[in-house]
């Protein structure tokens, strides 16, 4: 990779489309299916702290645990947005330092290499900020650079699905914008609506 990707502005579009969930809508349909918005919020709190420590290779429960065991992605607690918005800033931190892109680390149990996983903590952050506008009714706008890194990186998935990051590609529509194409590529109807 000639160029690391920022996760800045992505983290903090995310931060911003968080900061306007409203407590009604947690438990509203989301565009991974079967999860609430709750749910959702409580897997990117979640995957912040995740791939946070995966950043500064400090290795143990947040990076050994697969975020699909168990009982599925958790709710988020009462003071998420809090929680969220400290996780979200360190995560950004940590994935300035260029040794986070070096070497060996580890997400979700999954020894890979730092910039094979600063590109998921990428990919996570922003199909789950679109995710969460999408349910909430909120615009969300990839910008170019960001969507093409994403789509090549989407691209060298199995387009039937691959557990744990993306469902079964969708047929994009003939004029999809590279946006479109990453959310079709990952497994998302970039049409969906709540209802």
Same mark, same amino acid.
């Given at each position: 990779?000639?160029?690391?990707?920022?996760? +800045?502005?992505?983290?903090?579009?995310?931060?911003?489309?968080?900061? $306007?969930?409203?407590?009604?809508?947690?438990?509203? @349909?989301?565009?991974? =299916?079967? /999860?609430?918005? /709750?749910?959702?919020?409580? $897997?990117?709190?979640?995957?912040?702290?995740?791939?946070?420590?995966?950043?500064?290779?400090?290795?143990?429960?947040?990076?050994?645990?697969?975020?699909?065991?168990?009982?599925?992605?958790?709710?988020?607690?009462?003071?998420?947005?809090?929680?969220?918005?400290? /996780?979200? +800033?360190?995560?950004?931190?940590?994935?300035? $330092?260029?040794?986070?892109?070096?070497?060996?680390? /580890?997400?979700?149990?999954? #020894?890979?290499?730092?910039?094979?996983?600063?590109?998921? =903590?990428? #990919?996570?952050?922003?199909?789950?900020?679109? #995710?969460?506008?999408?349910?909430?009714?909120?615009?969300?706008?990839?910008?170019?650079?960001?969507?093409?890194?994403?789509?090549?990186?989407?691209?060298?998935? #199995?387009?039937?699905?691959? @557990?744990?990051?993306?469902?079964?590609?969708?047929?994009?529509? @003939?004029? =999809?914008?590279?946006?479109?194409?990453?959310?079709?590529?990952?497994?998302?109807?970039?049409?969906?609506?709540?209802?």
């Amino acid at each position: 990779m000639s160029e690391t990707p920022d996760l +800045t502005s992505p983290v903090q579009r995310l931060l911003e489309v968080a900061g $306007h969930v409203t407590d009604d809508q947690l438990d509203d @349909p989301t565009p991974c =299916a079967g /999860r609430s918005v /709750r749910r959702l919020l409580g $897997h990117v709190v979640g995957l912040t702290a995740a791939f946070r420590a995966a950043a500064d290779k400090d290795l143990g429960p947040w990076t050994d645990t697969d975020p699909d065991s168990g009982d599925g992605w958790p709710e988020a607690e009462a003071d998420w947005r809090d929680t969220l918005t400290t /996780r979200a +800033t360190a995560l950004v931190e940590a994935w300035q $330092h260029p040794a986070a892109w070096d070497g060996i680390t /580890r997400a979700g149990g999954v #020894d890979l290499p730092g910039e094979v996983a600063g590109l998921v =903590a990428l #990919d996570e952050v922003v199909l789950h900020g679109w #995710d969460l506008a999408r349910a909430t009714g909120q615009p969300y706008e990839i910008d170019e650079k960001t969507a093409a890194t994403l789509l090549d990186f989407v691209s060298g998935f #199995d387009p039937a699905g691959t @557990p744990g990051l993306f469902g079964p590609a969708v047929e994009p529509q @003939p004029d =999809a914008s590279t946006s479109d194409r990453v959310l079709a590529r990952a497994g998302r109807d970039p049409r969906w609506t709540p209802r």
